[in-house]
């Protein structure tokens, strides 16, 4: 399937991220989404790369034809990590979470003054209600599991883990994780988590957890010069 979307408003206001073209592969299906100015270029990919969209082949040649169009907008492509997409995860009222590996340490965020080791604003997640689980070492938050921001009324949620690199291994990601999918699932929302393909051990925490491998998915992304 390809859907067709007018980014006229996005590029007229300067956002300081696009994405062009988005593949997901979700329990079988494939879907394509490309702006209204690529959309001969969507149709041939589909058409060229039909069940090989994440092929390097694949990855290639849409990065070929589609650097002119996003670099005439003023964005420039992220080479990064050119061929990483990423795998899709999905816990839900029938996912059995593994909640015996929920760790004493395991707490719900909540207001307070903190050091922490993770790079997200803890203070953006309380005043945005957004539900986070937390280790802390003294003051220190050195994990976190939290709900990324979503649209009023959506209900299935993403979350993002983080742990301090000198506190890997611990379990502590995946305990909170589990700890705050159980929060959710229990309270009527779905859960899903991505991670890139070479992150292996993001891969292994989201099986650990429970969650049951739904997809794939690879954005074209370019950022704002």
Sequence with gaps: MLTIEDESEIISSGYPIIVPLLVEEYKGDLEIEAYSRIEKIAEEYHSKFFGKFFSSNAIDWIDER????????GYLRECTGKYRWYYRYEA?????????????????????????????????????GLPSFVTKDGDRIVSIATVNEHSDGQ????ITVETAPA????GFGLSNTVALA???????????????KY??????????????KVGRFYAYTAYKL
Excluded: H, W
Aim: hydrophobic share 35%; aromatic share 10%; charged share 30%.
């Design 167 to 170: 506190y890997r291994s611990r």
């Design 199 to 212: 992150n292996r051990a993001s891969c292994r925490l989201a099986k650990k957890a429970g969650f049951e």
């Design 92 to 128: 839900n009222a029938d996912t059995k979470l593994p909640t015996e590996l929920i760790l004493p340490s395991t707490e719900m965020l909540s207001e307070g003054e903190y050091d922490f080791l993770v790079s997200f604003s803890l203070a953006e997640q309380l005043s945005k």
């Design 182 to 196: 159980d929060y959710l699932v229990n309270r009527g929302f779905g859960v899903t988590y991505a991670c890139s």
């Design 66 to 73: 589609l650097r002119p169009y996003v670099e005439s907008e």
């Design 155 to 158: 209900k299935m949620l993403e």
